[in-house]
């Protein structure tokens, strides 16, 4: 029993074990798909910086050339002024009319350099933005390049806990198995041994019952032929008629005595702690006693519920005694069940206890509601539980009246007829489930509250604790107080039914007809002995009982092992399917960490490589500032793009053409990729499935040819169990056969006696006969002569 409660725990902690790993599967899958999400945005984003830095580069590009062609400009104006300026000086002397126009043409140069200076300058103060703007997006993405990184590691981390994991639990479930195959091979061992053994008991049992009914029709005769005055009719001359000692009923009133104590002691420790809990609650909620004082009412309360075990305590002893009482060399009626009057006044003092601290428990549950922070919902169960509180009390009261009723006939003789003893344990059977209900409801109820109570803000750590401790007391006097209840209704006929009767009479049994009866044993127990003694071949009684306590044992034995590897078996086999389920999980969850770290890797190329891209792209622009115009023009007419002239009121501008059509190319492939990948997806999803169902199908299919080879193995017992009636039929008819043979055979040598006697007496007849009629005829001679 010690390893099967050893498996029963260690089942129980594979399965957490299980749940603790299926929980942080679901989160890692969470966070899988959390990552997948990022590294989704990361891709647009990456996308839109770099569509951004071509747009910079290109404008870059654009206002590079423009400002050489202004710089060259500015060098062919000043050129020209200096010109304009020496002509000028040349022309002094030639009148009015030139040095105007000169003025003027002076004037529109300066205008034309002015505004040339001012649109250099915003374009360089455009340029600056830019180049900063850059920088900042660069560090920007560099800092979440590293936070993604230090991301992975850590899920990477992460993860490979989790495998190490799996992998020690795979290993320690394969240990698990493997021993207990080894257990249930053992185990089958075992029962097979103990099947062999009783069926070597059976076969004694036979011959016993086979001796013992004989030795009965040997006594009934006896009893018959040598016991002929009985009489019955009148049970008013029966005085002397004691009933025979029913070691069976004292048998079965001890189990039924020893199960009840052990009910008895589970109750009174699920009284005591629900007491000395709720004496705890009352020195912390609603004013905690370390810190303020609490009311007069709550230490009157407190004071009642310290007394508890003075009125608990004593049931378990009361109780005690009267089990003691009951032994098999004692007569257990209610009419001799002196120690259960104890037990009757014990559990009325602690009714009335009960009755003692109702209005306490009343009062202190209203000063619960009349708190500040008590809400609606508080108070609706409150007073919930001030009528379960009245509804137990009263339900004790009413088993207080049920016990002293059936201890009345151990103290005053004729008190109650058997057909009222039958009506008041029917009662007290009804009325112990009404307890178990109203306890129930109670608990039902004061889970309800505490589960309120948590929310409230003012809660403590030591009232949630005093809380945890008084439900759970009350879920143990729940579960007695219903265990009490089935027990009481399962021997409701035990209880019923009177075990010792005078024989003709439906009368109880007195105490004189007790002390008779106990007299009678002795005296018979002396003549076994006796007999023993003078018959050493026999076998002893105390032997006979042991031998039948064995074969009791060994038959309850054998039906508990053959349930027990029955459940170990069905365990056995669930837990392959578990075990299954969770390699494939495993190995599922392997695959798709593989493609996660396929997937960063990919993201991570990218990203390697548009960051190099973007430092080639500067590097280029630097060397394209120093490059001149004709170079650049050669390199594009080399590269197959010819460069267009676009002209203006400003200036002229030479541009590219740019790669808009390969960025449509990328979207494209982009959408087709993605598209092919979402599919991919959805057909790897349904192969999971399949695989899972197919594993589920497989462990069903495994589980039923468990099953059908052990209904093969129950109809192969089954079938030996049917030839061996068979057989004992077959040897019962040719006993049958061989005792009526036997029975004709007497009777024929009966018949032949009773035939050679009947010709004995007529020969004798005869005899007698012709004696008289010889002396007859003497006779008459002699009176002749």
Same mark, same amino acid.
């Given at each position: ?204 049992? =036979? $011959?016993? *019952? ?7 029709? !040997?006594?009934? #005769?006896? +009893? %018959?032929?040598? &016991? ?18 029913? =070691? $069976?009923? *004292? ?7 020893? !199960?009840?104590? #052990?009910? +008895? %002691?589970?109750? &009174? ?517």
């Amino acid at each position: 029993m010690a390893n099967v409660t050893d498996l029963q725990t260690k089942y129980s902690k594979l399965a957490q074990e299980y749940s603790k790993l299926r929980a942080q599967n679901q989160v890692l899958k969470k966070a899988v798909v959390d990552e997948q999400a990022n590294s989704a945005s990361l891709k647009e984003q990456l996308k839109q910086r770099d569509q951004s830095l071509r747009k910079q580069e290109q404008e870059m590009d654009s206002l590079s050339f423009r400002n050489q062609q202004l710089a060259k400009r500015v060098e062919l104006l000043q050129e020209e002024l200096a010109a304009s300026e020496a002509k000028g000086k040349k022309g002094k002397s030639k009148g009015d009319s030139p040095s105007q126009h000169g003025l003027q043409t002076q004037s529109v140069f300066d205008e034309d350099l002015q505004k040339k200076i001012e649109e250099n300058e915003r374009l360089h103060i455009q340029f600056y933005e830019a180049d900063e703007q850059h920088k900042k997006t660069e560090a920007e993405l560099r800092e979440r390049l590293e936070k993604l990184e230090k991301d992975a590691e850590q899920h990477q981390a992460v993860v490979d806990g989790l495998t190490t994991k799996y992998a020690e639990t795979i290993e320690r479930l394969q240990s698990d198995k493997a021993r207990l195959e080894v257990k249930a091979q053992t185990l089958e061992r075992e029962a097979k041994e103990c099947r062999m053994r009783t069926e070597d008991c059976q076969q004694q049992l =036979r $011959r016993c *019952q086979s001796e013992l009914n004989r030795q009965v029709k !040997q006594s009934s #005769s006896v +009893i %018959q032929e040598k &016991v002929p005055f009985n009489d019955t009719k009148f049970s008013d001359y029966n005085s002397l008629n004691v009933p025979s000692h029913n =070691r $069976r009923h *004292q048998l079965k009133a001890r189990d039924v005595a020893g !199960q009840a104590m #052990s009910f +008895i %002691q589970d109750l &009174v420790a699920a009284l005591l702690n629900f007491h000395s809990y709720t004496e705890q609650r009352v020195h912390i909620y609603p004013l905690d006693s370390s810190i303020e004082t609490i009311s007069p009412l709550n230490q009157k309360f407190s004071q009642y519920l310290h007394e508890n075990a003075a009125y608990v305590r004593p049931l378990e002893d009361s109780f005690l005694q009267l089990y003691q009482s009951i032994t098999e060399d004692t007569v257990t009626v209610l009419e001799t069940v002196i120690k259960l009057k104890n037990f009757a006044v014990n559990f009325s003092s602690y009714t009335h206890f009960l009755q003692k601290i109702l209005p306490y428990q009343l009062k202190s549950l209203e000063e619960e509601c009349e708190a500040p922070l008590c809400t609606a919902a508080l108070n609706a169960k409150n007073q919930e539980l001030q009528s379960d509180i009245k509804r137990v009390t009263s339900v004790f009261e009413k088993l207080q009246n049920y016990i002293n009723l059936l201890a009345l006939p151990s103290v005053r003789q004729d008190a109650m007829p058997q057909s009222n003893t039958s009506a008041v344990f029917t009662q007290l059977a009804a009325c112990l489930h009404s307890l178990h209900d109203a306890i129930k409801e109670m608990s039902k109820h004061y889970n309800q509250k505490a589960v309120i109570e948590r929310e409230l803000p003012t809660v403590t750590q030591k009232l949630c604790t005093t809380t945890e401790c008084l439900l759970g007391s009350l879920g143990s006097l729940t579960s007695c107080t219903g265990k009490i209840a089935t027990f009481f209704s399962n021997n409701l006929d035990f209880f019923t039914s009177s075990g010792y009767s005078p024989r003709g009479s439906t009368a109880a049994l007195n105490p004189v007809q007790a002390e008779s009866m106990l007299a009678n044993k002795k005296k018979a127990t002396a003549y076994i002995q006796a007999v023993k003694k003078a018959k050493p071949q026999s076998v002893p009684y105390r032997e006979a009982l042991s031998n039948r306590r064995i074969l009791t044992s060994s038959t309850e034995s054998r039906e508990g092992l053959t349930q027990q590897v029955q459940q170990s078996q069905e365990k056995i086999a669930r837990l392959e399917q578990e075990k299954e389920h969770w390699l494939l999980e495993a190995q599922l969850g392997k695959v798709r960490l593989e493609k996660e770290n396929q997937r960063i890797a990919e993201l991570e190329a990218q990203l390697a490589a548009a960051l190099g891209g973007s430092l080639n792209s500067q590097t280029a622009a630097a060397g394209a500032l120093t490059r001149g115009h004709e170079e650049a023009a050669a390199e594009l007419k080399a590269a197959g793009k010819e460069p267009t002239l676009c002209t203006s009121l400003v200036g002229m501008l030479c541009t590219t053409p740019t790669d808009e059509h390969v960025g449509d190319e990328e979207s494209r492939e982009q959408l087709i990729k993605s598209h092919y990948m979402a599919r991919v997806g959805e057909l790897t999803t349904q192969l999971q499935i399949s695989d899972s169902k197919a594993v589920h199908f497989h462990s069903e299919c495994r589980a039923l040819a468990k099953r059908l080879a052990i209904a093969e193995k129950s109809r192969e017992t089954f079938s030996e169990e049917v030839k061996l009636a068979n057989q004992n039929i077959t040897r019962l008819q040719d006993e049958l056969a061989t005792t009526k043979r036997s029975y004709e055979d007497q009777l024929s040598m009966m018949s032949d006696h009773l035939c050679s006697m009947n010709e004995t007496l007529s020969k004798q007849r005869e005899e007698i006969d012709t004696l008289k009629m010889g002396s007859k005829g003497n006779a008459k001679k002699n009176k002749g002569r």
